[in-house]
């Protein structure tokens, strides 16, 4: 298939991926000039309308979802019974490879990853589509560590019956949830048990069951309980734990109800806050994550037995004189005790959430993240601002609240196509996106200087200040045609093909100025301005005419008796070229027993009638 060119625009260009119904082609657009993905159906399932109906689904599921964490579909189509699906080209690794090669992910950058796996499942979920095979397989990373959820192969549209055989309805089974195992109903928090899989992976560096066949490990998910090992709990905020042991639990409902809910708990891990409704267990894990408070201890009561008066005095003495030496050692030792140093306050704006912390307890001081809001200059989890300001004065152990950058805010990517090219830039610039690259292309249905496609497309949900491709018409592809007079023919031929014009009628005729095979004239004329395909009409010249005299004894080609008078006959010559078009040259009156000489005009090889008296003789061979 490589170098093969598919609905006129794609040009194949090697394989980069292959799965059990599918290979995919690293393709050139040729129309957009841009490299994309194009998945193929494999020649074995051509004839099986079950596989058909399948990689259809899947066309038609992703098509219909635009989001920058899901891989877009740009076409779909069928030639030659090839099924094929053009997809963006996501240079970069699978979640699978990437996890192989880190063997397993710090839990910062897994949070990272899940979140943005959670929009994108949010997104398919609002568009009533369930992916059903969530897997590190078919999330791409791209060289911005971007996830992509790809591969629609097995999802279906949400019913209120979504209830499918098993063989149909599963997906990778390490990542396959309860129901779908059972072949029961499939909703939303299906694709959040794979996605709490996917996340114990990245954690741990390995799936949670494994056997020697599908069928163990399917009934492991169905019937044994997912733990953390000892080791794997060492970095892991225990908050975090508890998201992933939500996600796995068995029963649906009492996993996350949506993909949004899931999203809240883990912006609220990043940002080191407790999660709602539940209290984390181990103190210092993350930064602003309260530990719970430790149980006081059981203080066993003495047995009620009346003491004697005696031991009653003697027990009170000891007691008095005990609060009195402790009294005295407060006083002494106050003044060590109850004085707290002040300290100023270090500017900590601009830095890592993380790096702040370790500053202000350097100084001595707590911290307490106030809130997050979103900024388009200040990345993820760094400081936007504090309170109080820097140089503050403050004691040791009091408290500097954090405003936190939760990054770019997502915008709605505008639809400037249509439009002339200086209002959609102004369009997109008041909007804060970013006009990367304006790509110029003819384009013979679209008027000059008009947007005709934008990269990312429209309604597509990205980071406020995400940069835009946009595509812009030169209007109709046309060509100024040069001056091809003066040329071989041949040389006018490649000249005119260059210009992306069509050679078309090619005359020929006499010439005194050019010689053979030279052109004479041309329409159109040259430096005229015509659409690129038009067809230029060559005159091209045979050469300057050659004379030659042919002598005719008129007495050789008719009979008349010596002793009458000499018969005066009709002479006419007709001259014949190669392409049997023929001329009269010569028509004369002449006595029967002459003998005359004619002039002829040619090129090359011809041919000569003699005609006496309306008898033709001939023809006979001249060469000029």
Do not use: C
């Not at 292959?18 to 657009?29: C, E, N, S, T």
């Not at 059972?182 to 899989?197: H, K, N």
């Not at 399917?218 to 508890?242: C, G, M, R, V, Y």
């Not at 093909?497 to 069509?502: F, K, S």
């Amino acid at each position: 298939m490589k170098g093969r060119m598919l609905a006129n625009r794609y040009e194949l260009l090697e394989t980069i991926g292959q799965g059990g119904m599918a290979i995919v082609y690293k393709a050139m657009d040729t129309l957009l000039n841009r490299t994309v993905a194009v998945k193929i159906l494999k020649q074995e399932f051509n004839e099986n309308e079950q596989f058909i109906k399948k990689f259809r689904r899947e066309s038609q599921a992703a098509a219909s979802l635009s989001h920058n964490n899901i891989v877009n579909v740009f076409d779909v189509g069928v030639e030659d019974n090839i099924h094929f699906i053009v997809m963006e080209y996501v240079e970069g690794d699978t979640l699978k490879d990437y996890i192989r090669k880190k063997g397993k992910l710090n839990w910062k950058e897994a949070v990272y990853i899940a979140k943005q796996i959670a929009f994108a499942l949010d997104h398919a979920h609002k568009n009533n589509i369930i992916h059903r095979d969530i897997k590190p397989h078919n999330i791409m990373i791209n060289e911005e560590t971007i996830p992509k959820v790809t591969d629609f192969g097995i999802a279906r549209a949400i019913t209120s019956s979504t209830i499918t055989l098993v063989e149909e309805t599963m997906g990778s089974v390490h990542y396959i949830s309860p129901e779908q195992a059972r072949g029961g109903f499939v909703d939303e928090r299906s694709d959040l048990y794979s996605l709490g899989i996917v996340m114990y992976e990245m954690l741990t560096g390995r799936v949670p069951f494994d056997g020697d066949n599908s069928i163990s490990v399917a009934i492991k998910h169905i019937q044994e309980e997912i733990e953390f090992l000892e080791d794997d709990l060492d970095d892991i905020p225990e908050s975090l734990e508890d998201i992933v042991l939500k996600l796995i639990r068995k029963n649906p409902k009492e996993r996350y109800e949506n993909a949004k809910e899931l999203v809240k708990d883990l912006i609220a891990v990043q940002s080191g806050e407790k999660i709602a409704g539940r209290e984390t267990k181990k103190p210092g894990i993350l930064p602003g994550i309260l530990a719970t408070s430790k149980p006081k201890p059981v203080v066993e009561k003495p047995s009620e037995k009346k003491p004697k008066e005696g031991k009653m005095k003697k027990t009170t003495m000891w007691i008095l004189g005990g609060l009195i030496l402790l009294f005295l050692a407060v006083i002494l030792l106050s003044s060590r005790y109850f004085s707290v140093n002040e300290v100023s306050v270090p500017s900590v704006e601009g830095m890592n959430i993380l790096e702040a912390a370790e500053k202000l307890e350097e100084e001595g001081l707590k911290y307490e993240i106030e809130r997050t809001e979103s900024s388009a200059t200040i990345p993820e989890d760094y400081i936007i601002s504090q309170n109080p300001n820097p140089g503050t004065i403050l004691k040791e152990g009091q408290t500097v609240k954090l405003v936190v950058s939760s990054g770019p805010r997502e915008a709605e990517v505008p639809d400037v196509t249509g439009k002339f090219e200086v209002e959609g830039v102004q369009e997109l610039e008041n909007l804060n996106f970013t006009v990367k690259e304006i790509s110029r292309q003819f384009n013979d249905d679209v008027e000059k200087d008009k947007i005709y496609d934008q990269n990312p497309r429209p309604g597509l949900m990205v980071k406020e200040g995400a940069e835009i491709i946009i595509y812009v018409s030169k209007g109709k592809d046309t060509a100024v045609v040069e001056d091809f007079v003066g040329m071989s023919l041949e040389d006018a031929r490649r000249a005119i093909t260059a210009l992306g014009l069509q050679v078309g009628e090619v005359r020929e005729v006499v010439s005194d100025k050019h010689g053979q095979g030279i052109v004479e004239n041309q329409d159109p004329k040259p430096n005229a301005e015509v659409a690129k395909n038009s067809v230029v009409s060559l005159t091209v010249s045979k050469g300057k005419l050659q004379t030659k005299d042919i002598t005719i004894n008129i007495g050789r080609y008719i009979e008349y008796d010596d002793d009458d008078e000499v018969p005066t006959v009709s002479v006419k010559v007709t001259l014949i070229d190669q392409s049997s078009n023929s001329s009269v040259v010569y028509e004369r009156n002449h006595k029967a027993d002459e003998t005359i000489s004619v002039t002829l005009e040619g090129l090359g090889v011809q041919y000569y009638q003699i005609e006496i008296d309306g008898e033709k003789f001939g023809p006979e061979i001249i060469t000029f």
